[in-house]
């Protein structure tokens, strides 16, 4: 076994050899009774891999691995989505660079170039994941776009559109105006940002009067079609029913009442713009207002509107249209307002309302069974605390607009003939038959949402609508891992489609993650200069490519600089390859039921050294154990019997951490139990015993039957060091060369478990300690051998004391132990207490008190010193007020570090200053 743990050596070599193997395959243990199976959520073909995809995709391996192990038939279904939009942008910037537009192209030759794209570049994510040692069946992988997939979509339309739960109708939408597409509520970012409130005067017909009126947007003012007062306002009662010489056109509007407007807000009269308003656009229709766009796809004005303003754009006509109403004294006043502006999610343009012909589903009607079957237990969400999220948005719920008008994704299968009838087939050839021979007919030159084909991914990657093997044995899924920011766009959908075409759940188990943050707690984005890529910290990264990479697409020289700065400060020689395996650690050990997730390198380094730690414990049992023979039946000490029991412990609450999704707290159990029971401690314990002929032998086999287990517990979370140790085990138990993915889940034993060991270990461990810290607070050697008293023991404590003296002789270093009766004085001594039993260091000739007293008064003087100066800082308003809470929380907390070894080295003062 190689002296250094190389990470990079060892990932490469099984990353190889679990596909080359097959290992990953959903046909192995087909015998098995139970079947488990996870759904990929399927990352666009256009990404990478994130830091939350990296988090999520270690939970989904580990749940995965540790079914399998468990004998279960097991899949995780991989696959990749075409991502409409996000896709489509890409390929467009990509032409764009030679002046050539998709329309240049035409649609056919347009999408030719995506699956160019796609075969080309489409497969960074998928071989990320090989390098996190995502253990997916890649022979089953799929793509959304896949004819199978693509058939499904259609039938599921089909199907809706028969049943009358999707429509084709005129409604005011979400309207991106870069990407001239419609969008969904959820694909909108709405944000506080400063504007104006613009306030009017609208002169009241055949009067000297005018009503007040404010808006955020006066550009729509062109298409206001009514003005409107409460019912019960007195101020404005007998105007209900005049008109308003609408300003800059030639046209009247109705002064109408309506229970909408709020009394208090402004002047309490309200514009009604029902075509770019989507409250006013539901006012309109109470009142049977007429509806007039004035806008073009890509947000100008149009020749709706007979005016000077057609063909400018929304904002220049808005600030042309402020200076005319002020020409013509019709602008009251303009005041600062802060309002919440919506921005589409992938441009980042402000969406506006805009009435055009799109396709809805009719979305209630599936909604209920969706609702009843997280109410009813069939589907449950962890943490329970998010079915309050799901319910109050399924609560009030609202038709699902499908339509998207662009190229890149499932074309809308739907034929119109020139009188505007519909027919709706899986093909041209059906639809003809719909409309008989000699009509001619014209495809829908939409496409659907991408959203709506994901939501059949859980059925649809298994092959229905056929009734394939895969669907009866995978279907219903047991767990969907996914963020909480995904729950509407995807995890409601899923679950409502699948009922509808199932009659089934998708899930039993919804699990939602937090976020990763930054080690602040800081939302990690490109602008803040926080982001990791995972990848960068497996392989490792120099300063240089970390600084490119941070700036790369940054437009502010400022920004760019501030976070060069700040990365230099932080990374000065780069971010050394710390491997997957601790990469994969950390975030097991992250996974706890927060929302917010802090991401510190420093918990990463910290894995790393338990690998570290691990490799060299195995270097040592396998190097104990060469060319020994394996005694499994030998007689076992109480060191043996303590470990194997800790063993079943551990494997009990590692099982229990398992199935209640707390990968957090099952990573913290294996974590102490290798790192403090087996390497601290059992091998310490090891040592003594191998050197006994009664002990050795039951030592050996104890050392290596332990080893195993821990690295078949160990392999979910860090599957590629375990298979490396296992191989290598394989040599002292001479079993085959087969890997460690093939191996059972260790089950517990509960002979094995043994209080009687785990008492006296514990004993012996209190003593052990207890010499251990007087050691360490009168600065005695570890390696100078100790006299040692012990008084007021029992007969218990004398039989531990028998079994245990070369033991304690070894690890303790003691020079003898002398057992003094109730009535006889102690030396001058340090002092530990073992239960009731005390123990006693005499100091003579140990330690120069007065050389000692004087040593730990200046560690305290020199910390007295630091205390002042961290007090000062935190004490001075101006560094209070000006530094960032970042570095204000850094010298709070190396303050409390300093008080602690102040109050530290006071104690073992007042101890040594007492003898």
């Known amino acids: 076994m190689e002296k250094t743990y190389n990470p990079e050596q060892i990932e490469a070599k099984f990353r190889s050899l679990w596909e080359d193997k097959n290992l990953f395959s959903s046909d192995s243990n087909t015998t098995s009774k139970n079947a488990y199976c996870i759904m990929l959520p399927p990352p666009n073909v256009t990404g990478s891999l994130h830091m939350g995809h990296a988090f999520q995709h270690t939970i989904m391996d580990i749940l995965t691995r540790y079914h399998r192990a468990n004998g279960e038939q097991t ?473 490119k990479k941070r700036t790369q697409g940054l437009m502010q020289s400022k920004m760019a600089e501030k976070i060069k700065k700040q990365t230099k400060k932080e990374f000065a020689y780069g971010i050394p390859a710390f491997g997957t395996d601790a990469l994969r650690f950390t975030f097991a050990a992250l996974a706890s039921f927060g929302s917010d997730i802090k991401f510190d390198l420093k918990r990463v380094e910290g894995y790393r050294n338990f690998c570290n730690k691990l490799w060299n414990a195995s270097r040592f049992v396998l190097m104990k154990l060469e060319c020994e023979t394996i005694d499994t039946n030998a007689q076992l000490s109480t060191a043996d019997e303590w470990i194997l029991s800790r063993l079943q412990n551990t494997k009990i609450n590692v099982e229990k951490h398992l199935s209640d999704y707390r990968l957090d707290l099952m990573s913290q159990t294996l974590y102490e139990f290798v790192w403090h029971d087996y390497c601290d401690w059992y091998l310490e314990l090891s040592k003594t015993l191998l050197q006994d002929d009664t002990t050795k032998a039951g030592t050996q086999a104890t050392l290596i039957k332990v080893l195993s287990e821990i690295v078949i517990l160990l392999h979910p979370i860090i599957p590629f060091i375990t298979e490396e140790i296992f191989e290598q085990c394989n040599v002292i138990t001479s079993r085959d060369n087969t890997s460690l993915m093939t191996q059972s889940y260790p089950q517990v034993i509960n002979n094995l478990i043994s209080t009687k060991a785990v008492i006296e270990i514990k004993w012996l461990q209190t003593f052990i300690l207890g010499i251990r810290q007087i050691r360490g607070e009168m600065n005695i050697p570890t390696s100078k051998p100790l006299p040692c008293f012990v008084q007021n023991f029992n007969s218990t404590d004398e039989q531990y004391l028998a079994n245990n003296i070369s033991i304690l002789s070894s690890l303790a270093k003691m020079e003898n132990i002398n057992k003094l009766t109730t009535t006889e004085q102690a030396p001058e001594s340090a002092t530990a207490l073992v239960g009731d039993m005390k123990i006693f260091i005499p100091l003579a000739g140990l330690i120069d008190k007065n050389q000692e007293i004087a040593r730990l008064n200046k560690e305290i003087d020199k910390l007295e010193k630091q205390k002042i100066q961290f007090e000062g800082k935190l004490n001075n308003e101006n560094f209070i007020k000006g530094a960032p809470g970042a570095i204000i929380n850094v010298e709070k907390e190396r303050l409390a570090v300093t008080l602690s070894a102040i109050n530290g080295f006071n104690n073992q003062l007042n101890k040594i200053s007492s003898l």
């Open 75 to 547: 899949l995780w279904q991989p696959g990749t989505d075409h991502a409409g939009i996000a896709t489509q942008m890409v390929v467009e910037s990509q032409l764009a660079i030679q002046d050539i537009t998709r329309y240049e192209l035409g649609r056919d030759k347009f999408i030719d170039k995506i699956w160019d794209w796609k075969a080309q570049s489409g497969g960074t994510i998928t071989s990320q994941m090989r390098i996190l040692g995502s253990s997916v069946d890649w022979k089953k992988e799929r793509f959304t776009m896949d004819d199978g997939l693509s058939n499904a979509v259609k039938k599921v339309f089909i199907q809706l559109f028969e049943e009358g739960l999707i429509y084709r109708g005129k409604r005011l939408v979400n309207w991106d105006p870069v990407l001239h597409t419609a969008v969904s509520d959820l694909e909108v970012i709405s944000t506080e940002e400063q504007g104006s409130l613009w306030h009017m005067r609208y002169p009241i017909t055949n009067t000297n009067e005018v009503m007040i009126v404010a808006t955020t947007r006066p550009e729509t003012m062109l298409g206001d079609s009514a003005v409107a007062v409460h019912p019960d306002d007195k101020r404005y009662t007998h105007l209900i029913g005049k008109t308003i010489d609408l300003p800059l056109t030639n046209r009247k509007i109705p002064i109408i009442a309506d229970d909408y407007v709020d009394m208090a807000f402004g002047t309490g009269c309200v514009k009604v713009t029902p075509a770019h308003n989507f409250n006013d656009y539901e006012m309109g229709l109470r009142h049977h207002l007429k509806v007039i766009n004035i806008l073009t796809d890509d947000a100008k004005i149009n020749n709706v509107v007979d005016s000077i303003y057609t063909g400018m754009d929304r904002f220049k006509a808005r600030k042309q249209i402020i200076q005319d109403l002020d020409n013509q004294d019709l602008l009251e006043k303009i005041d600062k307002h802060k309002l919440m502006i919506p921005r589409g999610d992938r441009t980042n343009a402000i969406i506006e309302p805009y009435l055009t012909d799109q396709w809805f589903v009719k979305i209630k009607p599936l909604a209920q069974p969706a609702i009843d079957a997280v109410k009813n237990g069939d589907i449950r969400f962890i943490p329970e605390n998010w079915n309050k999220t799901y319910f109050n948005w399924m609560d009030n719920i609202q038709d699902w607009c499908i339509s998207r008008q662009i190229w890149w994704g499932h074309r809308i299968p739907a034929w119109y003939d020139d009188k505007g009838n519909i027919f709706v087939a899986d093909s041209l050839e059906q639809a003809q038959k719909q409309a008989g021979e000699g009509i001619t007919l014209t495809q829908d030159e939409d496409v659907l949402d991408t959203w709506f084909s994901s939501a059949l991914w859980p059925f649809s990657t298994l092959g229905w609508p056929e009734k394939t093997h895969d669907l009866s044995r995978f279907y219903p899924t047991d767990v969907l891992v996914t963020g909480f920011d995904i729950i509407f766009f995807w995890v409601a959908r899923m679950i409502m489609f699948g009922l509808k075409f199932t009659g089934k759940v998708p899930f039993k188990d919804i699990y939602i993650t937090g976020l990763i943050k930054d080690r602040q707690g800081q939302k990690m984005s490109k602008s803040k200069g926080n982001v990791f890529d995972p990848i960068d910290l497996i392989d490792g990264i120099s300063l240089q490519d970390l600084l």
